[in-house]
Nanobody
Framework: QVQLVESGGGLVQAGGSLRLSCAAS????????MGWFRQAPGKEREFVAR????????YYADSVKGRFTISRDNAKSVVDLQMNKLKPEDTAVYYC???????????????????WGQGTQVTVSS
């Protein structure tokens, strides 16, 4: 079992920045690739970003590429999502998730991840 707890959400104006964190406990954090997803009201949950176990490779949704950065600290069992140049359409509940497969071909799908956090709300005002 892996327990994931997100933090760092809040209200920010368009163009601003937020940094989300996800703290993991339980099994060895470095054994999991980590992802961030988000779900806006009335929409399905969607992939945002992913980082492999070592941190050497990252993947992003086109909608956030160049604005968001995912990183991890295996010593601290934390994965972060730095969000810059935020837009109102970034408003959503953000979730972190853990995947025991490092280089899975369908990393952008919810079903690839075994463990999920409870989510943290991000609201971007225009």
């Amino acid at each position: 079992q892996v327990q994931l707890v997100e933090s760092g959400g809040g209200l920010v104006q368009a163009g601003g920045s937020l940094r989300l964190s996800c703290a993991a406990s339980g099994r060895t954090f470095s054994s999991y690739a980590m992802g961030w997803f988000r779900q806006a009201p009335g929409k399905e949950r969607e992939f945002v970003a992913r980082i492999v176990r070592s941190g050497s490779n990252t993947y992003y949704a086109d909608s956030v590429k160049g604005r968001f950065t995912i990183s991890r600290d295996n010593a601290k069992s934390v994965v972060d999502l730095q969000m810059n140049k935020l837009k109102p359409e970034d408003t959503a509940v953000y979730y972190c998730a853990a995947d025991h497969i490092d280089y899975g071909g369908r990393y952008y799908r919810e079903g690839a991840y075994e463990y999920w956090g409870q989510g943290t709300q991000v609201t971007v005002s225009s």
